[in-house]
T-cell receptor, first 111, second 113 residues
Framework: EAQVTQNPRYLITVTGKKLTVTCSQN?????MSWYRQDPGLGLRQIYY???????DKGDVPEGYKVSRKEKRNFPLILESPSPNQTSLYFC??????????FGEGSRLTVL | DQQVKQNSPSLSVQEGRISILNCDYT??????FLWYKKYPAEGPTFLIS?????DKNEDGRFTVFLNKSAKHLSLHIVPSQPGDSAVYFC????????????FGKGTTLSVSS
């Protein structure tokens, strides 16, 4: 089954404690991207990657890092999480940038 | 500044009637537009898209219209069904070679039976 898998699905953490949200896709897609969804703000792009070792900033990259060492994986790293990073995060992939397959989301709470 | 705007946060429609969801954009360089649908506790799913070389694209009950001069697109759902109740996001491709996808804030559609 074609899917984008994110882990963890739910996480409560504290300010400053580094965390990683993993994302893996099994469709051999070149393009991957991270979004955050906040009430009243819709979906905002954090980072995207056109292919292995190629990443670029989206609209709201501050406080986040990504890496793309393998085609199937695109982890999102919060080096020092802060409460304003409390959000619902989605990873997505596609063969081309437009028609994305999304994961089920990771709800992160930073206290 | 918001480049993709969905000015109606919500829309209520009766089953069987037409639902029209609207989206405006500000950047005339956008050349590919998409609609996504999102149910609670799930990720968004791709619904339909349109290239700027077209003014209409149809897929079953869903039709997207593009008016480039007005920088406006709309999604028509006919007939609307209760299962269509969801949040609908409009999105536009931008960036070098269309590498970044910008979403609107979404419109919540409620279809009552």
């Amino acid at each position: 089954e074609a899917q984008v898998t994110q882990n963890p699905r739910y996480l409560i953490t504290v300010t400053g404690k580094k965390l990683t949200v993993t994302c893996s896709q099994n469709m051999n897609h070149e393009y991957m991207s991270w979004y955050r969804q906040d009430p009243g703000l819709g979906l905002r792009q954090i980072y995207y990657s056109m292919n292995v070792e190629v990443t670029d900033k989206g609209d709201v990259p501050e406080g986040y890092k990504v890496s793309r060492k393998e085609k199937r994986n695109f982890p999102l790293i919060l080096e020092s999480p802060s409460p304003n990073q409390t959000s619902l995060y989605f990873c997505a992939s596609s063969r081309f940038p437009g028609e994305l397959f999304f994961g089920e989301g990771s709800r992160l709470t930073v206290l | 500044d918001q480049q993709v705007k969905q000015n109606s946060p919500s829309l209520s429609v009766q089953e069987g009637r037409i639902s029209i969801l609207n989206c405006d954009y500000t950047n005339s360089m956008f050349d590919y537009f998409l609609w996504y649908k999102k149910y609670p506790a799930e990720g968004p799913t791709f619904l339909i898209s349109i290239s700027s070389i077209k003014d209409k694209n149809e897929d079953g009950r869903f039709t997207v219209f593009l008016n480039k001069s007005a920088k406006h697109l709309s999604l028509h759902i006919v007939p609307s069904q209760p299962g269509d109740s969801a949040v609908y996001f409009c999105a536009a491709l931008t960036g070098q070679a269309g590498t970044a996808l910008i979403f609107g804030k979404g419109t919540t559609l409620s279809v009552s039976s």
